[in-house]
């Protein structure tokens, strides 16, 4: 399903604000494993809509927006990956990761920034009414400056409260006065200005607390607004070259950048190139292009689904109503790849977000029988994790 078949699922569902929430159909994105972590194709226009949805609809939302620095973070923390997976929608927020993904093959077209984001908000008048913002975290005092300059600029993007709660630690950040501030102010979105890992962790922390429905860390967003830090130039920001401009803007960031780049070039050379070669490689072959058939056993207590043939985009449409039917069973899911002989970046991507929904729903899942080959192209993707994990 593509982000726009996603978004007029949403639009179809009830508008009364009595009733639930709408299910965000995890199955149905139109997502991509890069490296380990979920990337949804999804542009800019259908972006704002879908938050100005979830706003409307009170669905709680977590916006997560990896860059090159998300993605060398998710190799080497397990948690912080986990808060990606997790999210309701991922979106390609640096040119590295959209580099990656053309190279791999997979159809990440556009950067879509979120502080292009928040601009596209700023510029959408096709909405009635104000959209409400809660800002926390930053440098003490730049939060407030930033509200105060939101709401000078006459968009309909209207700040309802900001906190600066100082620099502990997530638990230090999750008291519950804390947590009863940021609800009471009847905010739409709730931007985190913490840093990544800390910011994704305490969002992940509180998400079952919080009650503001669209959630981001957006730490850049708060300065730009503020006017502490210049945005870059559109030009310099699609071409790749933001990390020059920040440097210029806030010269400590340059060892950061620094060691990202050398990371950027391993990636490249270790996990990207190898898995276009064998992309190549498998369309040459005539396996990226097999059917895939999908046999189902029932057991008492499991489900086991076998993948026979090319786990690949052309095939994902019967995957995805074969792991709904599964996980409607509410038993445990084990899924046989011995059969299986090639897989690629979109069905990973379809993986992830079964292994979302079944953890989200208390539900067994583990992976068994994969070649040593097709165990080299989880670990290429960054997805062995999956294969390691075992159900009790």
């Not at 947590?179 to 990544?196: M, P, R, T, V, Y």
Request: aromatic fraction near 6%; include cysteine.
């Amino acid at each position: 399903m593509q982000a726009t078949e996603l978004l007029a699922d949403l639009e179809a569902a009830p508008r009364s604000a009595s009733l639930p929430a709408p299910r965000w159909d995890d199955l149905g994105r139109d997502v991509y494993c890069v490296l380990g972590i979920p990337i949804d194709a999804i542009d800019m226009p259908t972006l704002v809509r879908i938050v100005e949805r979830a706003a409307a609809e009170k669905a709680a939302f977590l916006l997560s927006t990896p860059n090159l620095n998300f993605l060398i973070n998710s190799k080497v923390d397990p948690e912080f990956r986990e808060t990606l997976i997790l999210s309701e929608l991922c979106i390609a927020d640096g040119m590295a990761v959209v580099w990656m993904a053309r190279l791999m093959g997979l159809p990440i077209k556009e950067r879509v920034a979120g502080s292009d984001m928040l601009e596209a908000l700023k510029a959408d008048n096709s909405r009635s009414g104000s959209l409400k913002l809660f800002l926390f975290g930053g440098a003490e005092g730049v939060v407030e400056q930033a509200a105060n300059t939101l709401n000078r600029s006459g968009s309909r993007l209207r700040c309802v409260g900001s906190l600066f709660p100082g620099f502990g630690s997530v638990e230090d950040m999750s008291r519950d006065d804390i947590i009863e501030k940021i609800n009471a102010s009847g905010a739409d979105f709730l931007i985190a200005a913490l840093g990544a890992k800390k910011g994704q962790s305490w969002l992940q922390r509180n998400r079952d607390r919080i009650q503001i429905p669209i959630r981001s860390h957006l730490g850049a967003v708060v300065n730009f607004e503020a006017g502490t830090v210049k945005r870059a130039p559109s030009g310099i920001g699609k071409s790749g070259f933001e990390w020059l401009w920040r440097i210029k803007e806030e010269p400590h960031l340059w060892r950061r950048y620094w060691e990202d780049g050398k990371q950027f070039l391993r990636l490249l050379l270790v996990h990207v190139l190898p898995i276009a070669v064998r992309s190549k490689w498998d369309q040459l072959c005539g396996r990226a292009s097999k059917s895939l058939q999908i046999e189902r056993t029932d057991g008492r207590d499991t489900i086991t689904l076998q993948l026979s043939g090319a786990a690949t985009a052309a095939n994902v449409g019967q995957a995805i109503d074969a792991f709904r039917s599964a996980l409607a069973s509410r038993r445990k899911i084990r899924i046989n790849l011995a059969k299986t002989c090639a897989i690629d970046g979109r069905f990973l991507g379809l993986i992830l977000m079964l292994r979302k929904r079944a953890k989200k729903e208390a539900i067994d899942l583990d992976f068994f029988g994969a070649s040593k080959r097709l165990k080299a192209v989880f670990r290429l993707n960054g997805a062995a994790f999956l294969l390691e994990e075992q159900s009790s």
